[in-house]
């Protein structure tokens, strides 16, 4: 059952093979490092341990298995729609994460197709087998908020890398299919955003050598 249909959390995590301890493993949450929320943020990677591994089930796309997984644990808080699963996330990692909900509901979407839960006018319910199978990898309540709540303390890392992401995606679309003028508009804030950048890296070398 490792690596099979239940798992999420873990894997190479935040500057190493993660946050470790029972309970969450494997590749996970994240992006290379710990990242923001994948392809829409979910990501791939996340903090270590040995214990929530694998993905969910067989097929379908990895970062929406994790995103399943995470969805399960936080209906052990009581049943749920996609709206109040994307609080519980909020709230558990003090505002770090803040998923769209449009993946809470494909999230959800999935574990009902695997009978983890029962849907009720967009309310999710952990069934018997899904509360059987958390149980079987020993997750708890408490152990997935003590997971997110690690999340809390990169709060700054995660805004950092979101932003970046929405800049380089603006570009991307000008690029494409901007004017002449947006271009020429592109290419200056080009030069302003790396020169700024360039300048916070040089800053935080500086201070991680100094430390």
Known sequence: MS????????????????????????????GPGFGGWGEKGWGHG???????KGG?????????????????????????????????????????????????????????GRGVVTVDNGVATLTEFGQNLLSWRGVSSETAHAFLGRAAKFGDVFKIRRTLFEVAGLARTITWTGTDEQKQQLAETRTKVLEALTDAKKTLHRVLGES
């Open 56 to 112: 969910f089930g067989p097929g379908g796309r990895p970062f929406l298995k994790r995103v399943a997984f995470v969805t399960a644990a936080l209906l052990l808080d009581g049943p749920a729609d996609a709206a109040q699963i994307v609080q519980r996330v909020s709230d558990a990692t003090e505002g770090a994460f803040t998923p769209p909900q449009d993946v809470a509901e494909l999230a959800i979407g999935l574990l009902a």
């Open 3 to 30: 690596g099979g249909f239940f798992g999420g959390f873990g894997g190479p995590g935040f500057g190493g093979p993660g946050f470790g301890g029972p309970g969450f493993g494997a590749p996970g949450f994240g």
């Open 46 to 52: 996340g903090f270590g341990g040995p214990g929530f």
